[in-house]
């Protein structure tokens, strides 16, 4: 699986199954992705990253990798964990993933409604 940032500039292959396909609903993805950020994660060491990544620590929990170009968010990782993720969106072509839940729904935006059966988190 390849994928890229909207301008090019970030390439990156995930080299092992992802796990965890999901949908964030909490404020700051909204803000980062306009909408919502839908992800799948792997362990840290299965994604081949290539290009200028700008890692943003908004919280104490983890950071963000975003394309300091075009300003596509790419990438999530816990500073805890070994696992990161990575935009189902930013992936060139099929993913052949489903979404698993949703995620943060305690904080979703109040002008769209979760209508598809998937389990939700608060």
């Given at each position: 699986m390849?994928?890229?940032?909207?301008?090019?500039?970030?390439?990156?292959?995930?080299?092992?199954?992802?796990?965890?396909?999901?949908?964030?609903?909490?404020?700051?993805?909204?803000?980062?992705?306009?909408?919502?950020w839908?992800?799948?994660?792997?362990?840290?060491?299965?994604?081949?990253?290539?290009?200028?990544?700008?890692?943003?620590?908004?919280?104490?929990?983890a950071?963000?990798?975003?394309?300091?170009?075009?300003?596509?968010?790419?990438?999530?990782?816990?500073?805890?964990?070994?696992?990161?993720?990575?935009?189902?969106?930013?992936?060139?072509?099929?993913?052949?993933?489903?979404?698993?839940?949703?995620?943060?729904?305690?904080t979703?935006?109040?002008?769209?409604?979760?209508?598809?059966?998937?389990?939700?988190?608060?």
């Open positions: 390849q994928g890229s940032c909207a301008c090019g500039a970030i390439t990156f292959a995930v080299n092992d199954v992802p796990l965890g396909a999901s949908c964030c609903h909490c404020s700051q993805c909204r803000k980062m992705s306009g909408h919502v839908s992800s799948a994660y792997v362990q840290a060491s299965a994604l081949a990253i290539a290009g200028p990544v700008k890692w943003v620590a908004l919280t104490e929990v950071h963000r990798g975003i394309c300091p170009d075009c300003g596509a968010f790419l990438f999530w990782k816990a500073h805890e964990e070994d696992t990161m993720s990575f935009a189902l969106g930013a992936i060139d072509g099929p993913t052949g993933l489903a979404l698993e839940k949703h995620i943060f729904t305690a979703k935006g109040d002008y769209y409604t979760l209508c598809d059966g998937l389990p939700q988190k608060d």
